[in-house]
Nanobody, 121 residues
């Protein structure tokens, strides 16, 4: 059974940092893209960042310069380093893998269960 399991979420003050991890199991994702989406209360799900199989990265404008996506294919794990966090970054963050179309769309074959990130002002 293929699973994506996120960890590393929590409560942090504005200006602080968190690192999210996404451990994949059941198959390797080293040959496909992976990414992060988030959804805040009463808001639509939005793209955060993505990384191709060979390391090319994409970011939403709202997180560019503050967040860094990376992957360790040997560990089958995806990361999201989040710095200079703002209250508006508060959301449930979802790990995704294997895009069906463009990376910024929400069309991925695999989704994690999500991890809550709360940034206090």
């Amino acid at each position: 059974q293929v699973q994506l399991v996120e960890s590393g979420g929590g409560l942090v003050q504005a200006g602080g940092s968190l690192t999210l991890s996404c451990a994949a199991s059941g198959r390797t994702f080293s040959n496909t893209g992976m990414g992060w989406f988030r959804q805040a209360p009463k808001k639509e799900r939005e793209f955060v960042a993505a990384i191709t199989w060979n390391g090319r990265t994409y970011y939403a404008d709202s997180v560019k310069g503050r967040f860094t996506i990376s992957r360790d294919n040997a560990k089958n794990t995806l990361y999201l380093q989040m710095n200079s966090l703002k209250p508006e970054d508060t959301a449930v963050y979802y790990c995704v893998a294997e895009p069906r179309t463009v990376y910024l769309s929400g069309e991925y074959n695999y989704w994690g269960q999500g991890t809550q990130v709360t940034v206090s002002s």
